[in-house]
């Protein structure tokens, strides 16, 4: 059986009703048992003064005080036969002469004592019965009055009211169990509407939930949900984008390889076929580096690839990076030199970061004429790091510097071969790293591009992102 939310709201509502019924019931019960042995008391001890007052009275006017036990024969007057004549089997009561003589009982009386006590309250036992017993005397101690009621008359109310408590329950829980799940189905219906809203919903369709009158208790569900949707639209956009730009740039190098390799097929000498398959080698190399390009943009994702944030020293990654790009700077004779010291820590992927250097020192060397300079340097400036890349190339006219980092944006009369998406990847890490990105004319005439990173003096906060503050 699948889990139920009804089924287990009923199961938690349902006891906690009933619990909480039980125990306003039980407190009322006893509430109510004390207010009425309390009450009961009250009324003992006031019958007994009562029956003390009358029978003193009384024996004094027929002159039984004098009589000893042994002796009495006088007659009971009438009027405290006509009170022996109140109490029902419920209640008894003494009259006691000197504690010695019994000068009259109720009927349901013993003939001994039913208190212990001078006076006062006691709880006794009377033929196997439990009773209530007050005891007072008179002034002069002569005459006592013990009054007792049974503890059935203390029961009785409290389990009046126990049958009051108890039997609506049961009739009632079945009802309540009915008007709870009534009720829960009602307060879940926005569930029903919700799930009945994605149902109709398309494959493709992605967007957000409309929170605009979803109840507070669901908010952190449909918050997910357009949280999971919006990762979702993001993977889907990427992937898309990347068949788009894959289909976009590997048509022309595919046909150019196509074009290369029907030639050496068709060369009539091995000149010419070394010739056509030497180029063939040249675009699988670009579209290689084409396709890895593709690949590095796809997965600079904050929320899919863009992990492992650390502080780390650029300068040491700047060596690192500028020794893998030597051979390329070596082949066209251009001198490519590293200024700074160690020490400028700053928080990032290095990894990303990495790729961010490779791809503007790589895009320095290639518009970079032959016997040309490329310059990397690493500077501070209170609490920004700038790594910056400047050569000696033809440079970008200002009017276009706020294009060249659009996708597949290459400037025209450039001869170097590439796909214009280097700097398009740059961008794309300088975003998920909140960096800031400058450009300007180097002092060699050609283009500096300086990076602006948050310098990190403090480990403690290494593996967390700021913005970099503009110098």
Same mark, same amino acid.
């Given at each position: !059986?699948?889990?139920?939310?009804?089924?287990?709201?009923?199961?938690?509502?349902?006891?906690?009703?009933?619990? $909480?019924?039980?125990?306003?019931?039980?407190?009322?019960?006893?509430?109510?048992?004390?207010?009425?042995?309390? !009450?009961?008391?009250?009324?003992?001890?006031?019958?007994? @003064?009562?029956?003390?007052? !009358?029978?003193? &009275?009384?024996?004094?006017?027929?002159?039984?005080?004098?009589?000893?036990?042994?002796?009495?024969?006088?007659?009971?007057?009438?009027?405290?036969?006509?009170?022996?004549?109140?109490?029902?089997?419920?209640?008894?009561?003494?009259?006691?002469?000197?504690?010695?003589?019994?000068?009259?009982? *109720?009927?349901?009386?013993?003939? *001994? &004592?039913?208190?212990?006590?001078?006076?006062?309250?006691?709880?006794?036992?009377?033929?196997?019965?439990?009773?209530?017993?007050?005891?007072?005397?008179s002034d002069d101690q002569i005459i006592s009055v013990e009054i007792a009621a049974s503890n059935s008359m203390q029961n009785h109310i409290p389990n009046n009211l126990i049958n009051a408590i108890v039997f609506p329950l049961l009739i009632c829980t079945p009802l309540l169990a009915i008007f709870i799940w009534f009720g829960i189905?009602?307060?879940?219906?926005?569930?029903?509407?919700?799930?009945?809203?994605?149902?109709?919903?398309?494959?493709?369709?992605?967007?957000?939930?409309?929170?605009?009158?979803?109840?507070?208790?669901?908010?952190?569900?449909? *918050?997910?949900?357009? &949280?999971?949707?919006?990762?979702?639209?993001?993977?889907?956009?990427?992937?898309?984008?990347?068949?788009?730009?894959?289909?976009?740039?590997?048509?022309?190098p595919l046909a150019a390889l196509k074009t290369h390799a029907e030639i050496a097929l068709k060369a009539d000498n091995a000149t010419e076929q070394r010739q056509a398959l030497s180029k063939v080698v040249q675009g699988v190399n670009r579209a290689t580096r084409l396709v890895e390009q593709l690949l590095t943009l796809a997965r600079l994702d904050p929320d899919t690839g863009f992990k492992n944030i650390r502080r780390f020293d650029l300068f040491i990654l700047a060596e690192d990076i500028l020794s893998t790009q030597a051979l390329? $700077?070596?082949?066209?004779?251009?001198?490519? *030199?590293?200024?700074?010291?160690?020490?400028?820590?700053?928080?990032?992927?290095?990894?990303?970061?990495?790729?961010? !250097?490779?791809?503007?020192?790589?895009?320095?060397?290639?518009?970079?004429? @032959?016997?040309?300079?490329?310059?990397?340097?690493?500077?501070? @400036?209170?609490?920004?790091?700038?790594w910056s890349v400047a050569d000696s190339g033809p440079g970008i006219p200002e009017e276009e510097r706020s294009k060249i980092f659009n996708r597949f944006y290459r400037s025209l009369g450039t001869k170097e071969s590439g796909s214009g998406l280097g700097l398009s990847i740059v961008t794309r890490i300088a975003d998920l790293h909140y960096l800031s990105i400058q450009l300007a004319t180097s002092k060699m005439g050609g283009l500096q591009i300086d990076v602006l990173f948050a310098a990190r003096d403090d480990n403690s906060t290494g593996s967390i992102l700021e913005p970099a503050k503009p110098v």
């Open positions: !059986m699948s889990p139920s939310i009804r089924r287990r709201l009923l199961s938690v509502l349902l006891p906690t009703i009933i619990g $909480a019924w039980l125990i306003t019931g039980a407190i009322s019960y006893f509430d109510t048992k004390q207010n009425i042995a309390d !009450m009961l008391d009250y009324q003992l001890a006031q019958s007994g @003064k009562l029956l003390l007052a !009358m029978s003193s &009275h009384e024996l004094i006017e027929q002159r039984l005080l004098g009589d000893t036990p042994g002796n009495r024969t006088e007659v009971i007057p009438t009027e405290l036969w006509q009170l022996s004549e109140i109490a029902d089997n419920q209640m008894a009561f003494q009259v006691w002469v000197n504690d010695e003589l019994l000068a009259l009982r *109720s009927r349901n009386a013993p003939l *001994s &004592h039913m208190s212990n006590k001078t006076q006062g309250f006691e709880n006794t036992s009377i033929a196997n019965q439990a009773w209530r017993v007050y005891r007072v005397q189905d009602q307060s879940l219906l926005p569930f029903k509407k919700i799930a009945a809203r994605l149902s109709q919903r398309k494959t493709i369709d992605l967007t957000a939930i409309d929170e605009s009158h979803i109840p507070t208790e669901i908010l952190p569900l449909t *918050s997910s949900v357009n &949280h999971l949707f919006a990762q979702m639209k993001t993977a889907f956009d990427t992937e898309r984008r990347f068949t788009a730009d894959a289909a976009h740039e590997l048509r022309t390329l $700077a070596i082949d066209k004779n251009i001198e490519i *030199s590293l200024t700074g010291t160690r020490g400028k820590f700053v928080a990032g992927n290095s990894d990303a970061i990495g790729i961010l !250097m490779r791809n503007l020192i790589d895009n320095a060397i290639r518009y970079t004429p @032959k016997g040309g300079e490329v310059e990397v340097s690493i500077t501070r @400036k209170e609490n920004t790091i700038i």
